[in-house]
């Protein structure tokens, strides 16, 4: 077992290789966007890579993220296929149980049998599920009319940045892993080669960001289906909530993929927010997939 901050050129591509076969294997990638972007970045000041090897050969790969102090670390964690069922798991899991003082919080991506009896062995529960819902783009939208006041425009790199990191802050303040994003984090993704400030939508109140609505589209290289559209964020400032924009963003995302060619969109959203799911659903939205978190009971 390694732990490490950084990792070098060859760690990356060994994990890397861990990542792809299982997502191969699965139908499922096992790490989210985030973990993905620090990892082929080398790693995150915050956060801790833990490589487990045997016979010199990376089988598993667990990246602990420490910056909610109050619910604990989150844990994403992924055993290579062919070596699962060797207990490799159970070893990995047990590292990072040193490494958080016992408190992970362990996703499952795409609920996966082997990650929730791993889960139960160690005594965890299910404590947080993450939807993923999906709609057709063929079907009707309807007309997105904003609030009075309120304008639309793209965002521009290189100036609506901080702007946008504020809102982003507020919008989402009891979100850690949204609300906690820095301008790292902003920049990594517009270096990325999906990023497209055509679908990235700001909504304007006397010169004054209110709201936003970023969408993404996913390639069909990356990710072994046709290009897929993505309600990536929608966020309103605290103060414009109730008017009406967060649907109106929405829309108006909706309608921007859809000019694209794309069939179907998709989002995530957390199963305890009801009232986004009522939104959603309102929209054409239904549950596809979840996305499950465990932690010690």
């Not at 904003?146 to 609506?160: A, I, K, Y």
Request: charged share 25%; hydrophobic share 40%.
């Amino acid at each position: 077992m390694k732990v490490r901050e950084r990792l070098d050129d060859g760690e990356i591509a060994d994990v890397l290789g861990v990542v792809e076969a299982a997502t191969e294997a699965d139908g499922v990638r096992p790490l989210n966007e985030h973990v993905m972007l620090h990892l082929r970045y080398g790693g995150d000041p915050q956060a801790r890579s833990l490589l487990l090897y045997a016979e010199d050969t990376v089988v598993g790969y667990a990246h602990v993220d420490p910056t909610d102090e109050v619910e604990g670390p989150s844990v994403e964690l992924v055993i290579h296929p062919a070596h699962r069922r060797h207990g490799h798991g159970a070893r990995l899991l047990s590292a990072v149980m040193d490494q958080t003082g016992g408190r992970p919080r362990l996703w499952a991506h795409g609920d996966h049998a082997g990650a929730g009896a791993l889960a139960d062995s160690f005594g965890f529960e299910r404590v947080r599920s993450l939807w993923q819902m999906r709609r057709s783009l063929f079907a009707p939208l309807t007309a997105h009319a904003l609030p009075e006041g309120v304008s639309l425009r793209t965002f521009v790199p290189g100036r609506d940045e901080e702007a946008w990191l504020k809102v982003n802050a507020a919008a989402f303040a009891h979100h850690p892993e949204q609300g906690a994003w820095t301008m790292d984090d902003l920049l990594r993704r517009e270096q990325e080669p999906w990023f497209d400030a055509d679908g990235f939508f700001l909504a304007i109140r006397d010169d004054r960001l209110v709201g936003f609505h970023w969408t993404k589209i996913h390639g069909s290289t990356d990710h072994g289906h046709e290009p897929l559209g993505e309600v990536y964020v929608v966020g309103v400032d605290p103060s414009q909530q109730g008017t009406g924009l967060g649907k109106s963003l929405t829309l108006a995302g909706l309608g921007h993929l859809r000019s694209r060619g794309l069939a179907q969109a998709m989002l995530y959203v957390d199963e305890t927010n009801t009232a986004a799911i009522r939104l959603y659903e309102s929209l054409g939205f239904n549950r596809w997939d979840v996305d499950v978190m465990y932690a010690p009971a």
